[in-house]
């Protein structure tokens, strides 16, 4: 089992942290990681948040990928529907050369209402955009002269060098949840990766859906990455005090406040459907991060491996708020005391 990083370089507004401070912690800490044993690098990525939220992840990942020499770096993930795929393509296929083809391109269709109304793209349309876009870019990568006449997109004559260094493409990470989307990830070959809003039982509930149709289609996954919020301290009282206030901001005002608003539906542990931030509490949803000393991390991963086999965990430690300091020491000890548990 491997382990991976995740950033999103949200500053809570109040905090008091420069806005270019957490970018600098990645550039910072990511050479260390990659001696550590990280095997990724990872990037969330939302639109006019007021916290700073990623909004160019592509431009993030090639700072990464030239801090770096063996880790792999990608968008987890990048909302296709709010950019202009050619454009996009050309980014994606420069990236993958910059990096020298250590990029994966995780993507969604997104699902925040204000992203859409403020890129003036009609949020009923963007699960047919977004597979006309990467219809569109997967013509791009060969590096061939195409041309694409689409319900959404043109490209007449176009063409896209360098092509990308892995062939046919760089791997595609579907951030999807909904049966009919599995589906099409099956359909086009994509690996599966979700949410850390949801817990191991639709964990469970999507994987099944996924696997059903890959079994169907003939196809073996190649792998089974899962992202949880994540953070270690010397003991589970340290951790709980460092991480709290970052997880409480999380799950109030991205997935809480989505799910008030009727966007994406965020359930708590016990099950019951999130309709208004205000109720998300840390006890609420404690069974889906990890959050504690050596031990506990432990002992909660073998939990994941028990019910899902993941093939990566792809761990938040610099979640909105905490100090880039904080977060190496987390991601020291994780390294150290945890990561040998799992070879």
Same mark, same amino acid.
């Given at each position: 089992?491997?382990?991976?990083?995740?950033?999103?370089?949200? !500053?809570?507004?109040?905090?008091?942290?420069?806005?270019?401070?957490?970018?600098?912690?990645?550039?910072?800490?990511?050479?260390?990681?990659?001696?550590?044993?990280?095997?990724?690098?990872?990037?969330?990525?939302?639109?006019?948040?007021?916290?700073?939220?990623?909004?160019?992840?592509?431009?993030?990942?090639?700072?990464?990928?030239?801090?770096?020499?063996?880790?792999?770096?990608?968008?987890?993930?990048?909302?296709?529907?709010?950019?202009?795929?050619?454009?996009?393509?050309? *980014?994606?296929?420069?990236?993958? !050369?910059?990096? !020298?083809?250590?990029?994966?391109?995780?993507?969604?269709?997104?699902?925040?209402?204000?992203?859409?109304?403020?890129?003036?793209?009609?949020?009923?349309?963007?699960?047919?955009?977004?597979?006309?876009?990467?219809?569109?870019?997967?013509?791009?990568?060969?590096?061939?002269?195409?041309?694409?006449?689409?319900?959404?997109?043109?490209?007449?004559?176009?063409?896209?060098?360098?092509?990308?260094?892995?062939?046919?493409?760089?791997?595609?990470?579907?951030?999807?949840?909904?049966?009919?989307?599995?589906?099409?990830?099956?359909?086009?070959?994509?690996?599966?990766?979700?949410?850390?809003?949801?817990?191991?039982?639709?964990?469970?509930?999507?994987?099944?859906?996924? *696997?059903?149709?890959?079994?169907?289609?003939?196809?073996?996954?190649?792998?089974?990455?899962?992202?949880?919020?994540?953070?270690?301290?010397?003991?589970?009282?340290?951790?709980?005090?460092?991480?709290?206030?970052?997880?409480?901001?999380?799950?109030?005002?991205?997935?809480?406040?989505?799910?008030?608003?009727?966007?994406?539906?965020?359930?708590?542990?016990?099950?019951?459907?999130?309709?208004?931030?205000?109720?998300?509490?840390?006890?609420?949803?404690?069974?889906?991060?990890?959050?504690?000393?050596?031990?506990?991390?432990?002992?909660?991963?073998?939990?994941?491996?028990?019910?899902? !086999?993941?093939?990566?965990?792809?761990?938040?430690?610099?979640?909105?708020?905490?100090k880039g300091a904080d977060a190496a020491e987390s991601m020291e000890l994780f390294a150290?005391?945890?990561?040998?548990?799992?070879?």
């Amino acid at each position: 089992m491997k382990f991976g990083l995740l950033f999103a370089y949200q !500053n809570p507004p109040g905090g008091g942290i420069p806005w270019q401070e957490p970018y600098s912690d990645m550039l910072a800490c990511l050479p260390r990681a990659e001696a550590l044993g990280y095997s990724s690098a990872f990037q969330a990525s939302h639109h006019v948040q007021k916290d700073g939220f990623c909004p160019s992840p592509l431009i993030a990942m090639a700072g990464a990928a030239a801090v770096t020499e063996q880790m792999r770096i990608g968008t987890s993930v990048l909302l296709v529907p709010l950019y202009a795929p050619l454009k996009l393509a050309e *980014d994606v296929a420069t990236l993958d !050369n910059l990096s !020298n083809g250590r990029f994966v391109f995780g993507v969604a269709p997104g699902y925040v209402s204000e992203e859409f109304t403020a890129h003036a793209v009609p949020r009923e349309e963007r699960v047919a955009r977004f597979e006309e876009a990467l219809d569109l870019m997967t013509a791009a990568w060969t590096g061939e002269p195409f041309d694409f006449d689409g319900k959404y997109y043109k490209a007449p004559g176009a063409r896209v060098t360098p092509p990308t260094v892995q062939r046919p493409h760089p791997p595609i990470w579907y951030g999807v949840s909904a049966a009919s989307s599995l589906r099409r990830a099956v359909k086009r070959r994509a690996v599966q990766i979700m949410s850390p809003r949801h817990g191991i039982a639709e964990l469970k509930e999507h994987y099944a859906a996924y *696997d059903a149709a890959a079994k169907e289609a003939g196809w073996q996954p190649p792998e089974r990455p899962i992202i949880r919020q994540v953070f270690i301290a010397e003991s589970t009282a340290r951790a709980e005090e460092l991480a709290t206030p970052a997880i409480g901001y999380l799950y109030r005002e991205l997935y809480g406040a989505a799910s008030a608003a009727g966007d994406r539906v965020l359930r708590g542990d016990d099950g019951r459907v999130v309709e208004e931030s205000d109720t998300v509490a840390f006890e609420g949803f404690k069974r889906r991060y990890i959050i504690g000393d050596p031990d506990f991390a432990i002992a909660e991963i073998k939990k994941y491996q028990a019910e899902l !086999n993941p093939s990566e965990m792809i761990c938040w430690m610099h979640m909105p708020g905490i100090k880039g300091a904080d977060a190496a020491e987390s991601m020291e000890l994780f390294a150290k005391h945890v990561m040998p548990e799992f070879g």
